[in-house]
Each structure stands twice: as C-alpha cells, then as structure tokens.
C-alpha cells in the first residue's frame, strides 16, 4: 500500500496559477504523481483556501467556475470531514509545537486520515509533527 501524502494549499496553488514560474510546473508534477499512485489527500480547509487564493489572490485569478470545477475533481482526495476532535487536535498541536492554529488544523486533518507526509512551504522541511513528515517540494 502506498503511503498517503497530505497536500497543503499553497502547493495546490502554484499547480493551477501558471504565473508561480518553476514551482507551477514542479507542483504540477507532484500531484501528478500523486494522482497515479493514488497516494494524495486533503481536506475541505484546503480546498476552501485554494479556492479564494485562485480566484482572488493570484496574479491572474481563475474563474470561480473553473476553480469550482477544480475543487469538485479534487473531492475524492478528502477522506475525512474536519470535526469537533480535529479542532481540538489542531489546538493541542498548536500548544505542542508551537505551531500557527491554521497550520495545526492542517497537520490534524493529515494525521486523522493516516498520512505519512505533509507537502507544504508553510512548515520547515524534514520536521516531524505528529508522527507526519513535512516536506517541502521546491527546497
């Protein structure tokens, strides 16, 4: 069984903003990849945040109907709904590793579906949080 491979935001981002320069293309080799081994994952907090940065926040936005379109193609990558518990998770990481609430929410939603790996620029790559490799793809 392939490990599963949780995929932040911004990594997301530079796949669908084709003014990122190289880290488009490397974004979009890596969740290319991702797709075939059927290793990828996220959650709805993600995908919330790759809307309104595409559609708002880029360059050239994408249009919202585009960017919903891409958000739909990605729903099977979300393999749990964030809860009560992943909150409180969040909040406990948040205090144990001196981490950001949002990026917390991320590391708990990536441990609650058993991810191995963390793909983000957000966190500092090769560090462990909860048992979850982060990894930055473009260092």
Not at 1 to 10: G, I, L, P, Q, R
Not at 19 to 45: I, M, N, R
Not at 105 to 128: K, P
Request: charged share 20%; proline share 2%; with cysteine.
């Amino acid at each position: 069984m392939t490990a599963k491979v949780f995929v932040d935001s911004n990594i997301l981002i530079y796949a669908h903003d084709k003014d990122a320069g190289s880290k488009h293309q490397q974004a979009v080799d890596g969740l290319s990849e991702l797709w075939e081994s059927h290793a990828g994952c996220l959650s709805t907090q993600v995908l919330q945040e790759f809307y309104v940065n595409v559609t708002q926040k880029v360059k050239k936005p994408l249009r919202r109907g585009l960017a919903r379109e891409i958000v739909r193609n990605y729903s099977p990558w979300v393999e749990a709904a964030i809860t009560v518990e992943t909150v409180v998770r969040a909040a406990e990481i948040a205090e144990i590793w001196q981490l950001s609430f949002w990026d917390s929410m991320i590391v708990a939603a990536a441990e609650e579906v058993g991810a191995a790996e963390l793909l983000t620029e957000d966190l500092n790559s090769g560090q462990v949080i909860a048992a979850i490799r982060v990894v930055n793809p473009f260092v």
